[in-house]
Every structure is written in structure tokens, then in C-alpha cells.
């Protein structure tokens, strides 16, 4: 997705802006000034992020060897949180070899961090030939071959000592701007600053910005104290490669089935968001079958089946009578341990709903995860109209950077075999899929803001259902989002202008969504408090919080007659 526009989102009291950037190992410790002005980029661009140099040195993402190593300073550090959610402390502590040891139980080697010195190694260039002049590299050379030389002697010692004295004043000028930082207590500005350090493999400075980060979240707090406390959980697991791992658990007690559904429950009923995105589907999926007396229905990832609810009850209706519904859906791990049972649960839940509205429903399971479906695994019928669905799941399907198969593009030729007089895309409209690490600490730190604050509007701070909300179905995305990589790393979104040019090379072309579904939507957002958004743009809907696009929804359909 490529693009020359800018664009600046605004959150709070705050803002992101980001700038392009041509080489990411040019990213240092942005100044005060700087980071109110970051944003990421919104539904219709690339990312772009900041580049910014300060203390007249860059970083780079190079590892440091041991040589270039010097001991940190004696600022242990500690973050993690107890089964109630709160935090509680893992301590690291300085080593006498220039590392950083985790000393809460696990092995000594499974974080051994090196300050690295290599964001001063250009500084310290500039010095040497500041001081010896063009022919540097040749008086190293002859300094070799008469090493007791007494004026060389002399010229070396005054060169390094002029180095060490550059470097002392470098790392205190770095201190002194950390130290103003932390002061104004900004504590996006901190979370920013505190990824970059860990991207420059600064191990020191990162360490130092936890244990102030740390104090100041609070998952009973603000909105940015409440997603600070899971970003830094994030930073934390990164930092000690554990991202897998909290991801799956968070550090805290695994809420059970019951309770799981529960809380997806509640995220359901006070936010729009899902609830948008099933509105906006099911009037496409309507306005196409409302001439088809057999309808199929082929949901790649049904959950709950919460989505057709409404779309049975609106067939019902539908002045002629209602068609013949069947509905094929695939399940997922999630919802299976949510629901605690298998997709037999959803389909008797449905047929029992259809029955009562007097519509012909039929169930067929597909008990495989989306990425192993097969066209052999969907019964298709001559005299059905196929509908396709792809409801905020696509994003979790590995493209060709991460899986050979190409999953993502994969179900997208898969569909298209199904000949559909309808596919349906709800997404989450940010971009993570290919960016790397900083950037993407970024998109996620403001989209996930605007969550926390439309969560804020409808639930008091200390509302246990709130808690457990973003505890159990956002702080998980959060963390694989920032402490996960490659194949670990399932939260792969991309722009609504990536799924297009996906959608276009597959063969589809793009299916308008009605007006009517239009008002609908409108109608449901005016039951929402807060500062929802509904945009209509090229044929696509897009809701957001203020100025944050959250989910976008679009419809495409296939020409091709299946025969």
C-alpha cells in the first residue's frame, strides 16, 4: 500500500505523528518535543513512523559484542503482574560481566542483555579523525609496525582520553533528557521511549524506564495507564523472549470457558464494534439472496454463531416468505474453549432459534481450524446461492512472509472456487502485518488506546467486568502483537487497501453496500455513548473512536458462473 500522505491522530491529550523513514536503524531517544507529534497512520495509507536523532548519535540494531560492552548501572528493574492482574516485581540485577541477570526463579541464560555502544561508534569515529586527520587508518597501520614510537604513544593516549571524555559527556547528556522525561510523567512518551531503548538494544536505559513505567500504570487507572500496564507486559516478555508464553497465559489465573464467554460477551454489549461489523455483513449477505429461495451460508470462523441471529430473524421476514437457510461453519480454538464444547453447541442454538421464526435451517460442521479447510471439506449444492463470510478473521491467517502456503491468500482462491454471489470482509483497520518492531509498538499503542477509551465511557475504572474485559480479550492481542515474531506472531492486520488489492488479484470485484444497511448502522450507533465515527468511503464503511478508524467492512462478489 503505497503513498506519499501524511496523517495525525490524535488521542487525549496527546499526540503521535510519524514520519517517513528510510532506515529504521537510525531511531534514538526522541526529544520531549518530538513525541507529542507521533501518530500512525490511518485507513487510507502505508505506516509511516518517526526518525528521530538526538545526543548527536544514532543506534543501530546491531548486536553488541562483548568488547564494545561497558557495566551498566546498578538500576535493577522489575515488572510483571500476579494472578489478580495487579503488578508485581521480577528483579533483574548487574552482573561483573556487563550483563543483566533475571533472578525470579528461571535459568541464568535465558536473559543475558549487553549494553551496546555501537550508536556511539560514529561519534567516536568523527572524533579520531577530527584529531588525526584524513590519514588516520594509515597511522594506525604504522602505529602497528612501531608500536614503541614515543610521540605515537603520546597521540594515542590524548586520543582516547578526548574519546572517553566524548563518551562520558555523551551518556550524560542521554541521562539528563531521560530524567527530564520522566518528570513530565509522560507516560506515552515513556512507553515510546522505553521501545526504542530495547530496539537499540540499550538494555540499561530500558531497564531504568521500566521501573519508572511501572509505577505510574495501573490497570484500575486511566486509559493509558490501564493499556500501558499490558504494553509493558508486552516490553517485558520481549525483552526476555517469552512472548509466546504470556500470550497464551498473561501471567494470571486462565479464566474458564464460562467466564471467557462471559467477558466476550460483555465486549459484545458495550461496544459497537462487533455488532458493526455482523450489521454490515448481514445486509450485504441480504441484499444479494433477496431473490434466492436456497441459500448457503460459509462462515470461516462462526464463534458463538452470534452473527446470525439477526440475519435469521430479518429472513423471517422477508415479504415472500423466508428461503431455505443452510449455514456451514468453521471453528476456531478460542471459541471452542469459550463455548466448552464443540460446533454442535452453535448449531443446535441456531436450528432452536430458526425453528421459532419458521425458517428451514440446516447445520453443517466443519471441525478443522480456517487454515486447513479444504474445498472437499464444503458441500456445495447446484441449486444453493453462496454467501462467504470472512468476519474479523483473515488477519490471522499467515500470508507468504510467514507460511510457504499462503494461507491468507489461499482462502481467497478457495472462495472464489465457490463461485459466491457474495464474500463479506469485517476487519480491524490497522497495519502490523509486515512492519517491524518500533512501528508497530506504535499502531498498537494508539488503536488499542482508542478501545480503552470508548471502554472508559461505559464502565467505571474499577468495574471488575471491565478488568476482566481487557484483561482476558485485549491485553492477549496486545502482547503477541508486541512480544511475538514469525510464526508466534498471530496478529497479522493489514489496511483495508492491502484486502483490496488481495480481494482484486483473487478476481473479485467490489460489491456496494446498500444505504439501507447504511441508516442501520447510523440507528445502532446513536444507542452508543462516546464519540463513535461512521464513514462511508469507496464503497466500504469504516467505524472509529474520534479520530481512529477502528474496523472497516466492505462486500465483494465473483462473476464467474459455477457450473
Known sequence: MQTSQKHGTSYGSGRFYVEPVQNLESYCLPSSENVDNYSSSDNSSRATYPSVQTFGHSCTLESSSTSNSFPCQNSPFTVSFSPNGSPVSKSYVSRPQHSLEIISGSPENDSCLTHDLDDLRHKIRELETALLGPDADTLDMYDAIIPEESDTFVLETEKWTQ??????????????????????????????????????????TTGWLMSEIRKMVSISGKPIQRLGAYMLEALVAKMASSGSTIYKALKCKEPTGNELLSYMHVLYEICPYFKFGYMSANGAIAEAMKHEIRVHIIDFQISQGSQWVSLIQALANRPGGPPKIRITGVDDSISAYARGGGLDIVGKRLSTLAQS????????????????????????????AVAVNFAIMLHHM?????????????????????????????????????????????????YYLAIFESLDVVLPREHKERINVEQHCLAREVVNLVACEGVERVERHELLNKWRMRFAMAGFT?????????????????????????????????????????????A??????RG
Open 556 to 561: 465483494w462478489r465473483y462473476p464467474r458462473i
Open 398 to 446: 499467515p500470508d507468504e512472509t510467514v507460511n510457504s502456503q499462503n494461507h491468507r491468500d489461499r482462502l481467497l482462491r478457495l472462495a472464489k472456487n465457490l463461485s459466491p454471489k457474495v464474500v463479506t470482509l469485517v476487519e480491524q483497520e490497522f497495519n502490523t502485518n509486515h512492519v517491524p518492531f518500533l512501528p508497530r509498538f506504535i499502531e498498537t499503542l494508539n
Open 510 to 554: 467490489p460489491y456496494p453496500l446498500s444505504s439501507f444497511v447504511n441508516s442501520s448502522i447510523k440507528n445502532l450507533l446513536e444507542s452508543y455513548k462516546g464519540h463513535y465515527t461512521l464513514e462511508e468511503r469507496d464503497g466500504a464503511l469504516y467505524l472509529g473512536w474520534m479520530n481512529q478508524v477502528l474496523i472497516a467492512s466492505c
Open 357 to 384: 421464526c419458521n425458517v428451514p435451517f440446516e447445520f453443517d460442521a466443519v471441525r478443522v481450524s480456517a487454515s486447513e479447510v479444504q474445498l472437499k471439506d464444503l458441500e456445495l449444492r447446484p441449486d444453493e
Open 163 to 204: 574519546i572517553t571524555e566524548m563518551i562520558s559527556l555523551l551518556e550524560t547528556e542521554k541521562w539528563t533528557q531521560i530524567t527530564e522525561m520522566i518528570s513530565r510523567g509522560d507516560l506515552k512518551e515513556m512507553l515510546y521511549t522505553c521501545a526504542n531503548a530495547m530496539q537499540c538494544n540499550d538494555m540499561e
